[in-house]
């Protein structure tokens, strides 16, 4: 038997209401923020996410997808979807039209790592990208939606971290100063970070190892080398965010290696979800879009884990989905009426209810059964002797009252349903 993808997943249908709401919440959220929709290919060029995460990057490094496709070009499916949604505004001009583009998304993404609880190969990611000011009020607008998105699931354990990384002369500035201090711990720390302390030494930050977190407890602060500018901009978004009822911690060791992350960089996690605890993460990148080849814009978004998210709803019992219900399920007394049936469904079907009958030439009791099971709402019975006087028996399911009525009268018949 031929099996799903190692670290793929099936949706079910009867896990398909939860995405549902969980989409249908994160389009309301956003719309009432004014962002709206992108939807670029699943898959790009390598060099977009190459240039556009960055190659010390986890994802660039060892999680991506790449392939050659027939004709030898190189192929990636997406692990993320800033790069993209930057490349379709540069290449559609959409600052031409909109000198500040407000942009959601929600989508499969794919990154080749070891499969776990809340870690997939294939997962799903929404998330917004606000380009075209550096207002710090944008910054905070990012938190605030993604909290607002995780509150009104219901999610309690929540624990939003912020930081700030200045902008690339501070940080240049601020690495000479962790190098030479990490220079005496340098024979103490993990292999790992000792390649980072050539490569990417703000990243030794992100180590998980013991020793590592060790000697980074220690280390210089970042915020210690912001000048006025950066850190005006860092307060604005407190500010922001504490006027917005969202409460925070400042986590210095926040930081996102990449030379045009800019500004606020921050997390939220979940107490509630094991080790995979972040439900989302993001931040400001003002050298982006000129790195990509556009103007220089700046820019700041965020992007979030759905999967995390439903397990962390799952953990904290928070989501209550109504139970499935249908209006109408049709019960074919005599066989021979079945396309009768099928014909009542058909247009009602056309005015909107929610209809089912039996395509298996099943028993009456089965058919009853199956009402039952699919939560008809009504149930309408087709043969028989009322039939004889072209008239169907509506039975209501909640209180069992029963009706005749007439064939020639299928408007009462929906607006009865309907009501
Ligand atoms: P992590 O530290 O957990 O690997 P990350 O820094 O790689 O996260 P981002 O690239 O910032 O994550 O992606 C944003 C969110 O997408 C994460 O907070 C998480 O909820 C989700 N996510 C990332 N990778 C995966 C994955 N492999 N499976 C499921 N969800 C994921
Ligand atoms: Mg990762």
């Not at 219901?154 to 240049?172: A, D």
């Not at 000048?227 to 409460?247: G, I, P, Q």
Request: hydrophobic share 35%; with cysteine.
């Amino acid at each position: 038997m031929i099996k799903a993808i190692t670290g793929t997943k099936d949706i079910l249908p009867s896990d398909i209401s939860k995405w549902y709401f969980l989409e249908n919440l994160i389009k309301k959220i956003f719309s009432k923020f004014n962002y709206k929709e992108i939807r670029t290919p699943i898959f790009e060029n390598t060099s977009l996410f190459a240039r556009g995460i960055g190659e010390a990057t986890d994802i660039v490094s060892k999680e991506m997808y790449t392939f050659l496709d027939r004709s030898g070009e190189s192929l990636t499916l997406r692990p993320e979807l800033t790069a993209s949604v930057v490349r379709a505004l540069i290449e559609h001009s959409l600052e031409k039209k909109q000198s500040l583009n407000k942009l959601f998304y929600i989508g499969p993404m794919f990154r080749q790592e070891r499969p776990q609880a809340g870690r997939y190969r294939q997962f799903h990611q929404f998330g917004a990208e606000s380009i075209g000011s550096n207002d710090p009020l944008l910054d905070a607008e990012m938190i605030i939606m993604a909290f607002d998105i995780l509150a009104q699931l219901g999610l309690k354990n929540l624990e939003v971290k912020i930081n700030s990384l200045g902008v690339p002369s501070e940080r240049e500035d601020y690495k000479n100063v962790l190098r030479e201090y990490l220079k005496s711990h340098l024979s103490n720390l993990s292999e790992e970070s000792k390649k980072r302390f050539e490569t990417n030494v703000l990243r030794i930050f992100d180590s998980k190892d013991e020793r590592d977190i060790e000697i980074m407890k220690h280390a210089p602060l970042l915020i210690n080398y912001l000048k006025d500018e950066s850190l005006s901009h860092f307060e604005t978004v407190k500010s922001t965010l504490k006027k917005a009822n969202v409460n925070f911690s400042v986590d210095s060791s926040l930081v996102r290696g990449l030379d045009y992350y800019t500004h606020t960089t921050f997390e939220i996690v979940s107490k509630s979800v094991g080790s995979q605890s972040a439900l989302c993460g993001g931040g400001r990148y003002n050298g982006l879009v000129k790195e990509l080849g556009g103007s220089d814009l700046p820019g700041v978004g965020f992007a979030a884990g759905m999967e995390r998210i439903l397990l962390a709803c799952e953990n904290e019992n928070v989501l209550s989905i109504p139970e499935d219900k249908i209006d109408l399920y049709i019960i074919t007394l005599d066989k021979t009426k079945s396309e009768l049936s099928y014909n009542i469904a058909i247009s009602l079907r056309r005015k909107n209810l929610t209809v089912e009958l039996d395509y298996l030439l099943r028993s009456v009791k089965a058919q009853m059964r199956e009402a039952n099971k699919l939560n008809a709402k009504y149930v309408l019975f087709v043969g028989g002797e009322e039939l004889k006087n072209n008239e169907v028996v509506l039975k209501n399911m909640l209180n069992s009252e029963q009706e005749n009525i007439s064939l020639n009268e299928i408007e009462k018949l929906i607006k009865k349903i309907g009501e």
